[in-house]
């Protein structure tokens, strides 16, 4: 979505790199792209002029001009600015403390409030509550029905009394959408639901006929939370938009849906710097679990690439198998191989964190890889997965078994060339190599990586002054009087031992009554 954004600051502040003094003449000049990267996002004029405002009263403040590297001072600001313009500080949602909480969704049609409603249940029900969908958009065609088909995608129970309108000859359905929200609370009273999401109607425009509508249903149910779904593609609109659903119905948060198409995403940045609402939540796909907290800081740092980490971190301890972590650090520990079972166990893991383009994106200095990113196929990890499971059980164990024959029966198994399973091979044997590196003494070439706790990564520091161990004769007879020859050896250097003791005191002298030990102590000495 800030793809063209961030290209922008990104190749702003590459001209202040190198610089150690700001002149005033290159804070303006720095301001001016920034003003000119904002307004072709689509971010409404008067945020842009307020935003390039306090950049550069800081910028010409003595938070730059005393400081080491200004150019990343500059960064620094731009940050804090864009998190202020997003929102401030992550806003949660309030739960009511006497009662099931009430979150009213408002919004545009096509906003998709509809697909919200059942990605917001799913994530409340993730999070330990018992959600309920309340069917209130009467008017769209077969909007209960699209209500109910997401209800039951994401397990979650509808309430849904009226049928609403099946065609669109049915402008006027008979159903009353205040009394079925009113009826919808009344239900999750009864079947002890402590969250009740109400989905209320839409209209291509704003009209007077539609936020009245939505005026008696807040009125009627009191909601805790109203949610002002929005289209993050929608331009400049959206500003007139958002305080239009604000003077009507008064929301208390925003919802940012389609955040991962390809528009400019003005829109993110205009509607809670204009109305003072915060931005509470973003869908960023059509899957129901592309649905996230909004962190104005983290995505603060995504416009200015400099990653998502904690985000990418929080969803690997939300879907990581910690049984199958703690087994594969043990593997690791004891250097046992690396399978191909291995592999692909982590390969399964991977995939249920989500898309890897998402994942790989939110690591610093993505947008300098975008391009290729955007190549990447994520079928690839399909037909690596269909590589490995043509496999037999002993040749994922052993790979090195698998000659000219089983490669070509691989193929023909998993649908894919023989080329692609002999470099599938080849990678994992050069990964399995690096691993067992890794676990017995650290990577050749890199001094700051040890080895693994246990794993001998400590005594292989001198391996090669070492002294070499002779090799043993493969001749039984010359073996055996090697063998002769070094106990004859140790015994000849045993007597040549001295038999004084370590401090100096001969054997023959000790006398143990001169030491102050426990009665019967004495037998132990030999004595």
């Known amino acids: 979505m800030f793809n063209s954004l961030s290209d922008r600051l990104t190749a702003t502040f590459k001209n202040l790199r190198g610089k150690g003094r700001l002149t ?8 001016r792209e920034i003003r000119r990267a904002l307004l072709d996002a689509d971010v409404a004029v008067p945020v842009v002029r307020e935003f390039t405002g306090r950049v550069r009263e800081r910028a010409l403040g003595a938070e730059v001009s005393a400081a080491l590297n200004p150019s990343q001072q500059i960064v620094k600001i731009v940050n804090e600015e864009l998190k202020e313009i997003l929102g401030g500080e992550t806003r949660r949602i309030r739960l009511a403390k006497n009662g099931p909480t009430i979150i009213m969704l408002a919004g545009l049609q096509g906003a998709g409030k509809t697909t919200l409603a059942g990605k917001l249940s799913k994530w409340l029900k993730s999070q330990g509550h018992s959600p309920i969908l309340v069917a209130c958009d009467l008017q769209r065609p077969n909007a209960v029905t699209q ?143 592309d649905f996230e907290l909004f962190h104005p800081d983290r995505m603060a740092s995504r416009i200015l690439d400099m990653g998502d980490v904690l985000t990418l971190i929080e969803q690997a301890e939300k879907s990581w198998d910690k049984d199958e972590a703690a087994r594969m650090a043990k593997k690791f520990a004891d250097q046992e ?116 706790p246990g794993a001998g990564g400590g005594t292989r520091k001198n391996a090669k002054n070492a002294p070499k161990k002779k090799a043993r004769s493969g001749n039984p007879a010359k073996a055996a009087q090697e063998r002769k020859d070094a106990e004859a050896r140790r015994a000849n250097a045993s007597k040549a031992l001295p038999t004084g003791a370590s401090f100096g005191q001969q054997a023959g002298d000790f006398d143990p009554s001169q030491m102050n030990l426990p009665k019967g102590f004495d037998k132990f000495l030999g004595k």
């Open 24 to 31: 005033e003449a290159d804070v303006d000049a720095t301001v």
């Open 147 to 289: 209500l109910q088909v997401v209800g039951q995608r994401a397990n979650v129970p509808v309430f849904a009394p009226h049928p609403g309108a099946t065609s669109t000859e049915l402008e006027h359905p008979a159903g009353d959408p205040v009394a079925v929200a009113r009826a919808g609370v009344e239900e999750a009273r009864q079947k002890l639901h402590d969250v009740v999401i109400v989905d209320t109607a839409g209209r291509l425009g704003v009209d007077a006929d539609m936020m009245e509508q939505a005026r008696q249903i807040r009125r009627a149910i009191v909601p805790n939370e109203v949610l002002f779904v929005i289209d993050s593609m929608i331009g400049q609109d959206a500003v007139n938009t958002a305080l239009a659903f604000d003077e009507g119905v008064n929301f208390t948060g925003i919802v940012l849906s389609k955040l991962d198409g390809d528009a400019r995403g003005g829109a993110a940045l205009s509607v809670s710097s204009v109305t003072g609402k915060p931005v509470m939540f973003a869908s960023t796909g059509e899957g129901l679990d």
């Open 337 to 452: 191989d690396f399978t191909l079972d291995d592999f692909l166990a982590q390969m399964q893991q991977i995939r249920n964190m989500g898309s890897m383009k998402k994942m790989l994106m939110m690591m610093p200095g993505a947008q300098n890889i975008r391009q290729q990113l955007e190549q990447f196929d994520e079928r690839e990890i399909d037909r690596v997965e269909a590589i490995v499971r043509s496999m037999t059980p002993h040749e994922r164990v052993a790979p090195k078994i698998i000659n000219g024959s089983r490669r070509a029966r691989i193929a023909r198994g998993s649908g894919v060339h023989v080329s692609e399973v002999n470099g599938l091979l080849e990678r994992f044997a050069q990964a399995q190599k690096m691993m067992k590196k890794m676990a017995q003494g650290g990577m050749p070439g890199m001094p700051g990586m040890p080895g693994l």
